[in-house]
């Protein structure tokens, strides 16, 4: 019996089959599967591979690869379990040990995730060229494969492989290899997926530990807000909280994600803050956390505090999380007078206070802002100069670029009114002056893509994609998987328009 290859630091189960591959030499798919699995039938699936006790059981003992380690080490599954119910991370850990049929993608929110899901598999070019320099040959890392991560801690922006996530051949394992990924230079990367790749690196780090329970969630995230300065009267004020994590992140980037924040009562944002019925995503958490948790936060101690959370809401059990240090706040707070009393606000945050500025929002928001009023009062005069005629035609002008720019680009996010304002250099001035803005509001009424629109948008480039990949039979959950979408938030015109598909489609 030919032995499996042993586990990199941090490389996908996939990953090790794959090399497997290579190594014993088999470039037959069904003939590799039959080798390991004696299984003909098995599906080569990247983030939740099942049948783990098979493959642990490949191993000689003293390595101590045993089911636990090989999930908590080798597969994505710890980047979810800390959200799920406890019952839902034991049957997920059952399903992965043995056969699952999917269900463990169901079940941890992953299928049906509003989040974008990656279309190649990805790699650091740099990480890359230490293992080869390390182990003599590449290898697939969990952290490259995170939708939300899109550089390494180390090197920069990540590349996408040409291996499709969802290969149309579903019992192949590729490697990883200089003819998939090819050498090229990185960029720097964005501050948003630094972040996100480091508490995603924490997660993945996590020991296999007893889920939290929605209740607990509850009161963890009404303490949160309440911390943070956004509970007042005992409500939660949610478009405070939604301002601030816009500000922070920025409309663009979470409608890149999938998770644009609109006004509905029942976005995403709001019901994190509300009674927990369901888990949420790893980046929604993250998301939440980075914006209103001090600078230093950690994702495993938040975890930790959640556990201990009272069902009840009693916020001296959680004091210790949310502690600022009364000196430090002190002498932010001090800095930041000094600067906005000799520069004015905007001045003060482009020469060298920026970072002051940005500390107080986080963790003195309510402070920050009644300061800031008072000395905002004193220079209202000022606007009366701007020529709004002149800003409204140049604005437009720029929207018209903006729109020609990305409309044929399908895989865009949704090209809402927030999107275009957000694009804008001066966004805050135009979308708090949008009355005086005429032309530039007729744009917007005009040109802004409406959900239904973009679900379409959505399809329409999958049902592209699936025609170029030469696939006869289309599946409306299939086309409806691969564009992101579920049945439940279809709107009633993207459901004609998926009708009309499907019927032309049979009749074809
Ligand atoms: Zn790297």
Redesign the pocket.
């Known amino acids: 019996m030919n032995l499996l290859p042993t586990p990199y630091p941090d490389e996908l189960i996939y990953s090790v089959i794959a090399r497997a591959g290579v190594h014993w030499g088999i470039s037959s798919p069904k003939q590799l599967l039959d080798e390991i699995y004696e299984d003909r039938n098995v599906s080569s699936r990247l983030y939740f591979p099942n049948h783990i006790t098979l493959i642990s059981n490949k191993y000689p003992k003293v390595l101590g690869l045993d089911q636990e380690t090989l999930i908590y080490k080798h597969t994505l599954f710890p980047l979810y379990a800390p959200f799920l119910l406890e019952h839902t991370r034991q049957q997920c850990l059952m399903w992965l040990c043995g056969s699952s049929k999917g269900a463990v993608h169901l079940a941890t929110g992953h299928a049906a995730s509003r989040l974008s899901p990656l279309i190649y598999l990805r790699y650091?070019p740099?990480?890359l060229f230490k293992q080869l320099k390390r182990y003599g040959e590449y290898y697939w890392q969990r952290i490259w494969q995170i939708t939300g991560v899109d550089s390494?801690l180390?090197?920069g922006l990540l590349t996408n492989s040409i291996i499709k996530t969802q290969n149309p051949r579903k019992h192949q394992f590729v490697e990883a290899c200089p003819r998939y990924c090819i050498h090229c230079s990185q960029t720097k990367p964005t501050q948003q997926s630094l972040l996100i790749a480091k508490q995603a690196q924490i997660l993945l780090n996590m020991r296999s530990m007893v889920s939290p329970s929605f209740s607990q969630w509850t009161s963890f995230y009404y303490l949160l807000a309440q911390s943070a300065g956004a509970v007042r009267k005992n409500r939660i004020q949610h478009e405070e909280v939604k301002d601030r994590v816009i500000a922070f992140w920025s409309l663009p980037w979470l409608n890149s994600l999938g998770l644009d924040i609109n006004s509905s009562d029942t976005n995403w944002l709001r019901c994190i803050f509300r009674k927990h019925r369901r888990a949420f995503s790893y980046l929604q958490h993250i998301i939440v956390m980075a914006t209103l948790l001090p600078l230093d936060w950690r994702i495993d101690k938040t975890i930790d505090a959640v556990k201990k959370q009272k069902t009840t809401l009693d916020t001296h059990s959680n004091t210790t999380l949310f502690v600022r240090s009364a000196k430090l706040v002190s002498s932010y707070r001090v800095r930041w007078l000094r600067a906005v009393k000799a520069l004015g606000i905007e001045n003060a945050r482009h020469s060298g206070f920026g970072d002051c500025y940005a500390w107080l929002y986080r963790n003195d928001n309510a402070w920050l802002r009644a300061t800031n009023i008072e000395f905002r009062s004193t220079v209202t005069s000022v606007n009366q100069r701007v020529n709004w005629k002149s800003r409204d035609k140049k604005t437009v002008r720029t929207l018209i670029r903006l729109k020609n720019c990305h409309e044929a680009t399908l895989d865009a996010p949704r090209w809402s009114a927030n999107w275009y304002i957000s694009s804008l250099k001066r966004s805050v001035t135009i979308e708090k002056n949008l009355e005086k803005l005429p032309l530039t509001q007729m744009f917007l009424a005009r040109f802004s893509e409406s959900i239904d629109e973009y679900q379409i948008r959505r399809l329409s480039r999958e049902i592209i994609a699936i025609g170029s990949e030469n696939k006869n039979l289309i599946y409306r959950s299939v086309l409806l998987r691969r564009a992101g979408l579920s049945e439940e938030r279809l709107k009633p015109l993207t459901r004609k328009f998926l009708c009309q598909i499907m019927e032309i489609r049979c009749r074809d």
Request: net charge negative.
């Open positions: 650091c740099t990480c390494c180390e090197h």
